[in-house]
């Protein structure tokens, strides 16, 4: 995405940014399938569990937000250390939510899942923080991720309470 000069022209870049997160996450949704169908409904869960066709939506609608924010901050210009270091808690954080998936559900293990999404929540509050340095409307749209974030790690507790 280097090529791209964002002071000129930066809405090449824009779809890169979105389809390498999207990518994340469908490749988290390959890990998570088999253990959805059949251990997932196995668990012990809270009353407040949403319903397993509410997670493809909200995720892909974060996934591209979270494209368009780290693109925000991108075109703000790589040469300086703010967007450089904006970018990688950004990429550091999207590692960690993939592996949230491989840990809760690869290796069906909600204990390991929630060691990893409250690393997570915390470096997605430095991102954030990091983010509304470079573009207000980058760390702005980034608050739906963490309040889903918020959400899923304490249902990742209940899970790992209950189970």
């Not at 002071?7 to 998570?32: E, K, M, R």
Request: glycine share 6%; proline share 7%.
């Amino acid at each position: 995405m280097g090529s791209v000069n964002p002071q000129t022209n930066p809405w090449p870049a824009l779809p890169p940014f979105i389809i390498v997160c999207v990518a994340v996450g469908l490749s988290a949704s390959f890990i998570t399938a088999s253990s959805v169908k059949d251990w997932y409904p196995t668990l012990v869960k809270p009353s407040w569990t949403p319903p397993n066709e509410i997670f493809a939506p909200v995720w892909t609608a974060l996934y591209i937000a979270m494209g368009f924010a780290a693109w925000l901050v991108w075109k703000k210009d790589m040469r300086f250390a703010g967007v450089r270091a904006a970018l990688i808690l950004f990429v550091a954080q999207l590692a960690l939510n993939f592996l949230w998936s491989f840990l809760f559900f690869g290796l069906r293990s909600p204990g390991l899942g929630l060691i990893n999404i409250v690393m997570l929540l915390i470096l997605l509050a430095m991102t954030i923080w990091a983010f509304f340095q470079q573009s207000r409307w980058a760390g702005i749209i980034m608050l739906p991720y963490l309040a889903w974030v918020g959400f899923a790690t304490a249902l990742n507790f209940a899970i790992w309470q209950l189970n």
